[in-house]
């Protein structure tokens, strides 16, 4: 169990590019999410995948936004036409099936994104 | 639309002494409730839970208090020590299952030597 891997750690684009995070879940896992976090704030939900299928999506989300979790294993983020408004943290969590006592998740180190 | 709140932006402790960090929920439909931990170019490593069937859950130095009719919520680290400077989340969830977590803005706990 190598914990939840994220690639890369860091991204400095120009505004206008399109960018794309890959995140490596703990292999077990069958739910993994993506949370944002900006400076002063906690991690904001973007979105949320059960296995392959992509559950839920935050309705503050752009469509500019993309997330894809091929054969239920890695995941990943794609910004398109990146706004200054997009540099962020971009965290990626997993957790094993559900359970009364099995609500933790657990956090990769992150894609701290720049956008020039 | 803030679920989660937490007031205080920093607290600062000497070592030692106990650190009582606070949280605020909004959404009485959360049924589970988490703190997280975080270091500088890391993401958050979970730290402690509890349920809302209950009051307290306590781990080592870390204690959590649950109060579901003030949908409130505190961590107490007693003793508090140097190591344990970070930025401290409060989360909450409803219902076991996918739903998404719901973090606070954080709270830095800075802990003197």
């Known amino acids: 169990d190598t914990g939840v891997s994220q690639n890369p750690r860091h991204k400095i684009t120009k505004r206008g590019q399109n960018v794309t995070f890959r995140c490596d879940p703990i292999s077990e896992h069958n739910r993994l999410y993506w949370y944002r976090q900006t400076l002063g704030q906690g991690p904001e939900f973007l979105t949320y995948f059960q296995n392959e299928a992509q559950l839920e999506k935050s309705r503050l989300l752009s469509d500019r936004f993309s997330a894809e979790r091929p054969k239920g294993s890695f995941s990943t983020l794609e910004i398109q036409r990146t706004e200054q408004g997009d540099s962020a943290m971009y965290l990626c969590a997993t957790r094993d099936a559900p359970s009364a006592t099995n609500e933790k998740l657990f956090f990769g180190s992150g894609t701290q994104l720049s956008v020039l | 639309d803030q679920q989660v709140k937490q007031n205080s932006p920093s607290l600062s402790v000497q070592e030692g002494r106990i650190s009582i960090l606070n949280c605020d929920y909004t959404n009485s439909m959360f049924d589970y409730f988490l703190w997280y931990k975080k270091y500088p170019a890391e993401g958050p490593t979970f730290l402690i839970s509890?349920?809302?069937?209950?009051d307290k859950n306590e781990d080592g130095r870390f204690t959590v208090f649950l109060n579901k009719s003030a949908k409130h919520l505190s961590l107490h680290i007693v003793p508090s020590q140097p190591g344990d400077s970070a930025v401290y989340f409060c989360a909450a969830s409803r219902g076991t299952g996918g739903f998404k977590t719901i973090f606070g803005a954080g709270t830095r706990l800075f802990v003197k030597a």
């Open positions: 509890i349920s809302s069937i209950k």
